[in-house]
């Protein structure tokens, strides 16, 4: 099983931006799809985006389609979250995963906060 260490979070204006990154373990990092989820507070943890193992196809909630962008680094274990425009509704904690819905994660790592100030 892949583990993961998020990072990257911090208090950021309205209107900027912030470049979020998962560094996972594990020898078949690159055999696993990878997703960003979020818990912002009083709500249920939400999928913000996900990524295909080869990084060909990406996914997008509808309400950070736009404005954040998924990437990953086979060579370096490394997932991103570039996320520009930011807006109040996005303060949360951010998670990574290797697996596209949340239900199939078997256990979190302990996210990274992002604020954002309005």
């Known amino acids: 099983q892949v583990q993961v260490v998020e990072s990257g979070g911090g208090l950021v204006q309205a209107g900027g931006s912030l470049r979020l990154s998962c560094a996972a373990s594990g020898r078949y990092f690159s055999s696993y799809a990878m997703a960003w989820f979020r818990r912002a507070p009083g709500k249920e943890r939400e999928f913000v985006a996900g990524?295909?193992?080869?990084?060909?196809?990406?996914y997008y909630a509808d309400s950070v389609k736009g404005r954040f962008n998924i990437s990953r680094d086979n060579t370096k274990n490394t997932v991103y979250l570039q996320m520009y425009s930011l807006k109040a509704e996005d303060t949360a904690v951010y998670y990574c995963a290797p697996n596209l819905n949340q239900r199939g994660v078997s256990s979190w790592g302990q996210g990274t906060q992002v604020t954002v100030s309005s």
């Open positions: 990524i295909t193992r080869s990084g060909g196809t990406t």
